[in-house]
Protein backbone atom coordinates (compact mmCIF):
# COMPACT_ATOMS: atom_id res chain seq x y z
CA UNK A 1 0.00 0.00 0.00
CA UNK A 2 1.65 3.62 -0.81
CA UNK A 3 1.62 6.67 1.48
CA UNK A 4 -1.34 8.08 -0.52
CA UNK A 5 -3.94 5.56 -0.17
CA UNK A 6 -2.56 5.08 3.46
CA UNK A 7 -4.50 6.91 5.83
CA UNK A 8 -2.98 10.08 7.00
CA UNK A 9 -2.65 8.69 10.69
CA UNK A 10 0.83 6.25 9.14
CA UNK A 11 2.01 9.29 7.37
CA UNK A 12 1.47 11.22 11.16
CA UNK A 13 3.55 8.56 12.54
CA UNK A 14 6.35 8.10 10.32
CA UNK A 15 6.79 11.84 10.87
CA UNK A 16 6.76 12.07 14.53
CA UNK A 17 9.08 9.20 14.32
CA UNK A 18 11.39 11.49 12.17
CA UNK A 19 11.46 13.90 14.81
CA UNK A 20 8.43 16.57 13.79
CA UNK A 21 6.65 17.89 16.79
CA UNK A 22 3.70 19.43 14.40
CA UNK A 23 3.18 16.02 12.83
CA UNK A 24 -0.49 16.42 12.44
CA UNK A 25 -0.01 19.95 11.07
CA UNK A 26 2.69 18.19 8.57
CA UNK A 27 0.99 15.70 7.68
CA UNK A 28 -2.29 17.69 6.47
CA UNK A 29 -0.24 20.18 4.43
CA UNK A 30 1.79 16.89 2.40
CA UNK A 31 -1.35 15.59 1.35
CA UNK A 32 -2.80 18.70 0.70
CA UNK A 33 -0.02 19.22 -1.85
CA UNK A 34 -0.46 15.65 -3.24
CA UNK A 35 -3.96 16.02 -4.05
CA UNK A 36 -5.47 16.79 -7.51
CA UNK A 37 -4.64 20.24 -8.06
CA UNK A 38 -1.78 20.14 -5.88
CA UNK A 39 1.03 19.69 -8.26
CA UNK A 40 1.16 15.91 -6.92
CA UNK A 41 0.26 12.32 -7.97
CA UNK A 42 0.10 9.51 -5.88
CA UNK A 43 3.91 8.70 -6.21
CA UNK A 44 4.60 12.27 -5.44
CA UNK A 45 2.96 12.20 -1.71
CA UNK A 46 5.27 9.40 -1.03
CA UNK A 47 8.30 11.77 -2.65
CA UNK A 48 7.36 14.51 -0.50
CA UNK A 49 6.60 12.80 2.79
CA UNK A 50 10.25 10.84 2.15
CA UNK A 51 12.07 14.26 1.68
CA UNK A 52 10.76 14.87 4.83
CA UNK A 53 11.60 12.22 7.01
CA UNK A 54 14.87 12.46 5.25
CA UNK A 55 15.17 16.04 7.52
CA UNK A 56 14.23 18.57 4.58
CA UNK A 57 12.59 21.63 5.87
CA UNK A 58 9.31 21.65 5.10
CA UNK A 59 9.12 24.66 3.00
CA UNK A 60 11.52 23.25 0.64
CA UNK A 61 9.60 20.05 0.30
CA UNK A 62 6.25 22.31 0.34
CA UNK A 63 7.79 24.77 -2.03
CA UNK A 64 6.49 27.87 0.01
CA UNK A 65 6.13 29.01 3.44
CA UNK A 66 3.85 31.33 5.67
CA UNK A 67 5.06 34.89 6.87
CA UNK A 68 3.18 37.72 7.64
CA UNK A 69 0.17 36.26 6.25
CA UNK A 70 1.54 35.76 2.54
CA UNK A 71 2.23 32.65 0.93
CA UNK A 72 5.89 33.04 -0.36
CA UNK A 73 7.95 30.77 -2.36
CA UNK A 74 10.62 28.86 -1.05
CA UNK A 75 13.43 26.56 -3.22
CA UNK A 76 15.76 24.42 -1.47
CA UNK A 77 18.78 25.64 -0.88
CA UNK A 78 17.27 29.11 0.08
CA UNK A 79 17.28 30.44 3.52
CA UNK A 80 13.45 29.89 5.24
CA UNK A 81 12.24 33.25 6.19
CA UNK A 82 11.63 32.75 10.44
CA UNK A 83 8.06 34.15 11.81
CA UNK A 84 10.02 36.08 14.60
CA UNK A 85 11.03 38.37 11.78
CA UNK A 86 7.43 39.51 11.53
CA UNK A 87 8.39 41.79 14.62
CA UNK A 88 10.79 43.57 12.18
CA UNK A 89 8.19 44.02 10.12
CA UNK A 90 5.78 45.21 11.99
CA UNK A 91 8.26 48.41 13.02
CA UNK A 92 9.22 48.58 9.51
CA UNK A 93 5.68 49.36 7.84
CA UNK A 94 4.98 51.75 11.32
CA UNK A 95 7.66 53.58 10.02
CA UNK A 96 7.10 53.69 6.46
CA UNK A 97 3.99 54.79 7.29
CA UNK A 98 4.93 58.02 8.94
CA UNK A 99 6.73 58.97 5.38
CA UNK A 100 4.29 61.78 3.10
CA UNK A 101 5.53 60.73 0.26
CA UNK A 102 5.53 57.66 -1.41
CA UNK A 103 7.71 55.26 1.02
CA UNK A 104 11.09 53.62 -0.97
CA UNK A 105 11.97 50.84 0.35
CA UNK A 106 14.89 48.15 0.50
CA UNK A 107 15.35 45.07 1.68
CA UNK A 108 19.01 43.86 1.71
CA UNK A 109 20.32 40.40 2.46
CA UNK A 110 16.31 39.53 1.24
CA UNK A 111 16.75 36.07 0.70
CA UNK A 112 13.51 34.93 -0.43
CA UNK A 113 12.34 38.78 -0.58
CA UNK A 114 9.77 37.75 2.37
CA UNK A 115 10.44 40.92 3.97
CA UNK A 116 10.25 42.88 1.09
CA UNK A 117 6.85 41.04 0.14
CA UNK A 118 5.37 41.88 3.66
CA UNK A 119 6.00 45.05 3.36
CA UNK A 120 4.66 45.82 -0.06
CA UNK A 121 1.29 43.82 1.07
CA UNK A 122 1.18 46.15 3.78
CA UNK A 123 2.07 49.58 2.07
CA UNK A 124 0.35 49.06 -1.71
CA UNK A 125 1.92 52.14 -2.70
CA UNK A 126 5.56 52.03 -1.37
CA UNK A 127 8.38 51.51 -4.12
CA UNK A 128 10.02 48.22 -2.63
CA UNK A 129 13.73 46.90 -3.79
CA UNK A 130 15.13 44.15 -2.68
CA UNK A 131 19.10 42.52 -3.39
CA UNK A 132 20.99 39.52 -2.16
CA UNK A 133 23.95 38.04 -3.29
CA UNK A 134 23.05 34.36 -4.04
CA UNK A 135 21.85 33.95 -7.23
CA UNK A 136 19.57 30.87 -5.39
CA UNK A 137 17.68 33.53 -3.35
CA UNK A 138 17.51 35.97 -6.18
CA UNK A 139 15.82 33.57 -8.15
CA UNK A 140 13.48 32.55 -5.55
CA UNK A 141 12.71 36.77 -4.13
CA UNK A 142 12.00 37.52 -8.23
CA UNK A 143 9.09 34.67 -8.10
CA UNK A 144 7.63 36.80 -4.87
CA UNK A 145 7.90 40.17 -5.50
CA UNK A 146 8.46 42.01 -9.34
CA UNK A 147 11.56 40.56 -10.79
CA UNK A 148 13.22 44.08 -11.89
CA UNK A 149 12.74 45.02 -8.30
CA UNK A 150 15.18 42.48 -7.38
CA UNK A 151 18.92 43.31 -7.87
CA UNK A 152 21.41 40.39 -7.51
CA UNK A 153 24.88 41.24 -5.90
CA UNK A 154 26.86 41.99 -2.42
CA UNK A 155 24.77 44.56 -0.27
CA UNK A 156 24.58 47.88 -1.62
CA UNK A 157 26.84 46.93 -5.06
CA UNK A 158 24.34 46.21 -7.63
CA UNK A 159 21.83 48.84 -6.35
CA UNK A 160 20.78 51.20 -9.38
CA UNK A 161 21.75 54.74 -8.28
CA UNK A 162 19.14 56.44 -8.21
CA UNK A 163 17.83 55.02 -4.84
CA UNK A 164 20.76 56.22 -3.12
CA UNK A 165 19.78 59.10 -0.60
CA UNK A 166 16.16 58.11 -1.25
CA UNK A 167 15.72 55.40 1.12
CA UNK A 168 13.07 55.82 3.72
CA UNK A 169 13.57 52.03 4.99
CA UNK A 170 15.93 49.94 4.94
CA UNK A 171 15.07 47.19 6.38
CA UNK A 172 17.76 43.84 6.79
CA UNK A 173 17.77 40.39 8.30
CA UNK A 174 21.26 39.43 7.33
CA UNK A 175 23.30 36.19 8.84
CA UNK A 176 24.16 37.11 12.76
CA UNK A 177 24.75 33.14 14.12
CA UNK A 178 28.76 33.44 15.50
CA UNK A 179 30.76 31.43 13.47
CA UNK A 180 31.25 28.64 16.62
CA UNK A 181 27.75 28.41 17.22
CA UNK A 182 26.31 27.66 13.30
CA UNK A 183 27.14 23.82 13.90
CA UNK A 184 24.57 23.67 16.84
CA UNK A 185 21.92 24.95 15.15
CA UNK A 186 19.10 22.80 13.82
CA UNK A 187 20.29 20.09 11.04
CA UNK A 188 16.99 21.55 8.92
CA UNK A 189 18.80 24.63 8.88
CA UNK A 190 23.05 24.03 8.77
CA UNK A 191 22.36 21.06 6.87
CA UNK A 192 19.48 22.43 4.16
CA UNK A 193 19.75 26.46 4.31
CA UNK A 194 22.80 28.43 2.61
CA UNK A 195 25.99 28.79 5.19
CA UNK A 196 25.94 32.37 3.97
CA UNK A 197 22.76 33.04 5.56
CA UNK A 198 23.98 32.02 9.08
CA UNK A 199 27.33 32.55 9.66
CA UNK A 200 27.68 36.16 10.70
CA UNK A 201 31.60 35.47 11.81
CA UNK A 202 33.56 35.68 14.93
CA UNK A 203 30.67 37.60 17.08
CA UNK A 204 27.60 37.12 14.23
CA UNK A 205 27.93 40.96 13.50
CA UNK A 206 30.57 41.07 10.20
CA UNK A 207 27.72 41.30 7.54
CA UNK A 208 25.56 43.56 9.98
CA UNK A 209 28.85 46.28 10.51
CA UNK A 210 29.01 46.32 6.62
CA UNK A 211 25.50 46.79 6.43
CA UNK A 212 25.53 49.44 9.25
CA UNK A 213 28.60 51.02 7.35
CA UNK A 214 26.81 51.71 4.06
CA UNK A 215 23.63 52.52 5.20
CA UNK A 216 23.91 56.49 5.64
CA UNK A 217 24.55 57.15 2.14
CA UNK A 218 21.22 55.25 0.56
CA UNK A 219 19.44 56.60 3.36
CA UNK A 220 16.76 59.59 2.59
CA UNK A 221 17.06 61.89 5.54
CA UNK A 222 15.36 60.98 8.33
CA UNK A 223 15.10 57.31 6.93
CA UNK A 224 15.52 54.53 9.05
CA UNK A 225 17.40 51.19 9.01
CA UNK A 226 16.29 48.00 10.86
CA UNK A 227 18.55 45.47 11.32
CA UNK A 228 17.53 42.22 12.91
CA UNK A 229 19.72 40.45 15.70
CA UNK A 230 20.04 38.16 18.42
CA UNK A 231 19.23 39.89 22.08
CA UNK A 232 22.87 39.46 23.15
CA UNK A 233 23.89 41.70 19.97
CA UNK A 234 22.10 44.05 20.24
CA UNK A 235 24.22 46.70 22.17
CA UNK A 236 27.38 46.55 19.91
CA UNK A 237 24.45 46.82 16.92
CA UNK A 238 23.20 50.07 18.42
CA UNK A 239 27.28 51.03 19.07
CA UNK A 240 27.97 50.25 15.62
CA UNK A 241 25.24 52.62 14.48
CA UNK A 242 25.83 54.97 16.74
CA UNK A 243 29.75 55.36 15.20
CA UNK A 244 28.11 55.04 11.91
CA UNK A 245 26.44 58.68 12.59
CA UNK A 246 22.90 57.22 12.92
CA UNK A 247 20.55 57.55 16.14
CA UNK A 248 19.99 53.88 17.63
CA UNK A 249 17.88 52.32 19.83
CA UNK A 250 16.60 48.78 20.27
CA UNK A 251 13.04 46.83 20.66
CA UNK A 252 12.25 43.59 21.59
CA UNK A 253 9.29 40.99 21.64
CA UNK A 254 8.94 38.28 24.18
CA UNK A 255 6.11 37.16 22.38
CA UNK A 256 7.95 36.57 18.86
CA UNK A 257 11.79 36.04 20.70
CA UNK A 258 13.06 38.42 18.35
CA UNK A 259 15.22 41.82 18.57
CA UNK A 260 15.46 44.50 16.04
CA UNK A 261 17.89 47.42 16.26
CA UNK A 262 16.59 50.61 14.48
CA UNK A 263 18.63 53.63 13.67
CA UNK A 264 18.21 56.57 12.32
CA UNK A 265 19.90 59.48 9.81
CA UNK A 266 19.35 62.36 11.49
CA UNK A 267 17.75 65.32 8.65
Do not use: K
Amino acid sequence: MSVFSSSSTTIVARLRAAGCVFAEDEAALLIAAATPGGGADEQGLDALVERRVAGEPLEHVLGWAEFCGLRVAVEPGVFVPRPRTAFLIEQAVALAREVARTPVVLDLCCGTGAMAAAVAAALADAEVHAADLDPAAVRCARRNLPAARVHEGDLYEPLPAALRGRVDVLIASPPYVPSEYVGLLPPEARLHEPLTALDGGGDGLDVVRRVIAGAPAWLAPGGHLLVETGERQAEATVEAMTSAGLSARAAYSDELDATAVIGTRVP
